[in-house]
């Protein structure tokens, strides 16, 4: 990550033991802290991953539209 070779990360904590639950919580935060830091994206739940690897699938295909906010307003 200190080269900045890392764009984004996707990173879904799983375990089964309250020990490795422990080290776990320390090395998500490590990871989230130092993605903040330098400003790197990061993904921390299946379902917001799954939502993003769907919209980058859409993007290849569609075009996103451009709007002022003020045409939604009505």
Known sequence: MHERKIDFIINIPSTSTLEK???MLYDEYQIR???????I????TPEL???FVKTL???QTNET???PLQS???
């Open 57 to 59: 699938e859409w993007l």
């Open 65 to 67: 539209t451009k709007k």
């Open 41 to 44: 994206p990061v993904l921390t």
């Open 72 to 74: 939604y307003e009505n």
């Open 21 to 23: 639950y422990v080290g």
């Open 33 to 39: 802290r130092k993605s903040l830091e330098l400003g």
């Open 49 to 51: 991953s799954e939502s």
